[in-house]
């Protein structure tokens, strides 16, 4: 009996939430570029809470939170100031520019380290307060 998602996929998603992410927008935006009729304002608004979503996900999963958290929510206003800038571009365009912008912004993936990764090696996994404690001195 097979399992679904298989467990490779489950082990990918965990060790490289940020690249994971990245994938499924930009699946989302070819489904909506390429599939899906909506105007550029539904396309637009799907797109910006996917960015937001995956972005809020990916904070829960990786050390710094403030780097995914701040590719996402940059992800869905680029996104937004596409689609209801005022030029009038098609749904396939803004869908265009939010993959674009979801492959730039995974290149931040070298700036995370997954919680599973220390999980896995047996290392304790730090609390990180939500805010530096101020310099001393």
């Known amino acids: 009996m097979k399992t679904f998602p298989p467990p490779g996929v489950v082990r990918y998603v965990k060790t ?5 992410a990245a994938a499924a927008q930009a699946v989302l935006s070819l489904l909506i570029g390429l599939g899906l009729s909506l105007t550029a304002g539904q ?3 799907v797109e910006a809470a996917a960015s937001a979503g995956l972005g ?6 990786v050390r710094p939170v403030s780097v995914p958290a701040f590719t996402g929510l940059a992800g869905a206003v680029v996104t937004l100031l596409v689609a209801f800038g005022g030029s009038h571009m098609p749904a396939g365009d ?25 999980r896995l090696a047996g ?10 404690p101020p310099p001393v001195g």
């Open 16 to 20: 490289e939430p940020v690249l994971a």
């Open 43 to 45: 396309a637009g608004a």
């Open 56 to 61: 809020a996900a990916v904070a829960l999963g």
């Open 94 to 118: 803004v869908s265009a520019a939010s993959a674009a912008v979801a492959a730039g912004l995974a290149g931040f993936r070298g700036h995370v380290t997954p919680l599973i990764s220390k």
């Open 123 to 132: 290392a304790p996994v730090p609390q990180v307060p939500a805010y530096p």
